[in-house]
């Protein structure tokens, strides 16, 4: 791997006239491919009786853990935070486990990505404490405990985005790095020890990431029932 390519940003796959398709973007796409056909390959013939297909029960196990988690968090209805929580996991970690295969570019190395992904949470964040809470009453919790708390709370939301972004990318980033110096100086049985290292790593990072998505949604969402009489 050359250093001046470890972001996928640089390597460039497709030019032609105005259309310039990276890494970033192909792979982007070609991880989330591989999620739909999956869900569709294995929700295609679902059953309620057993026996179950092993298909089946590895995606019930995942779905059940991540609901879990889930209710752990927002002590709520873990239903309503799933598809956003659980896609983002599912996302982050396909596309982190995936660097097993020979010529494959994580897109959450691009800071481009990450980014994107931390503006996804920062809409969810006022989309899901709106719909919980009203619009009057989630924009008042900006002004508490008084008005003047307003461009702090603001800079706060824009602030825990932007470290969401650069955490992600932070890690992911780094572990290429260090593969890629330990591939150009040492044997290859260390860089592959490190690889198997950047494979755990990046399921925690998929895991940190959508848990502090969820924690950010739940708090925009708990005001309500923490202190109902601001509602009024």
């Given at each position: ?75 709520d ?12 996991f599912?996302?982050i970690?396909?596309?982190n ?53 307003l ?34 100086v ?23 990431f ?9 708090s ?13």
């Open positions: 791997m050359n250093l001046v390519d470890i972001s996928p940003d640089t390597i460039i796959l497709l030019e032609s006239g105005f259309v310039t398709l990276n890494a970033t973007v192909v792979f982007t796409w070609l991880v989330m491919a591989l999620i739909v056909f999956i869900a569709w390959l294995v929700t295609r013939k679902l059953s309620v009786e057993p026996p179950l297909s092993r298909s089946q029960n590895l995606l019930e196990t995942i779905v059940d853990y991540m609901r879990s988690q889930i209710r752990e968090i927002t002590q209805d873990s239903d309503t935070y799933l598809v956003f929580s659980g896609t983002l599912l996302f970690a396909v596309s486990l995936l660097t097993i295969v020979p010529g494959y570019h994580p897109p959450t190395g691009s800071l481009y990505t990450t980014a994107a992904l931390a503006i996804c949470v920062f809409f969810a964040v006022p989309i899901y404490g709106i719909s919980k809470m009203g619009t009057v009453a989630y924009f008042k919790r900006y002004m508490q405990p008084t008005v003047f708390m461009p702090f709370n603001i800079i706060g939301e824009l602030s825990r985005t932007l470290a969401l972004a650069v955490r992600l990318f932070g890690n992911i980033m780094s572990g290429t790095m260090i593969v890629a110096m330990l591939l150009a040492v044997p290859f049985f260390l860089p592959v020890i490190m690889q198997v290292l950047g494979l755990i790593i990046g399921f925690i990072q998929a895991y940190i959508a848990v502090l998505a969820t924690v950010y949604i739940a925009a969402t708990r005001v309500h029932q923490v202190k109902p009489q601001e509602i009024r």
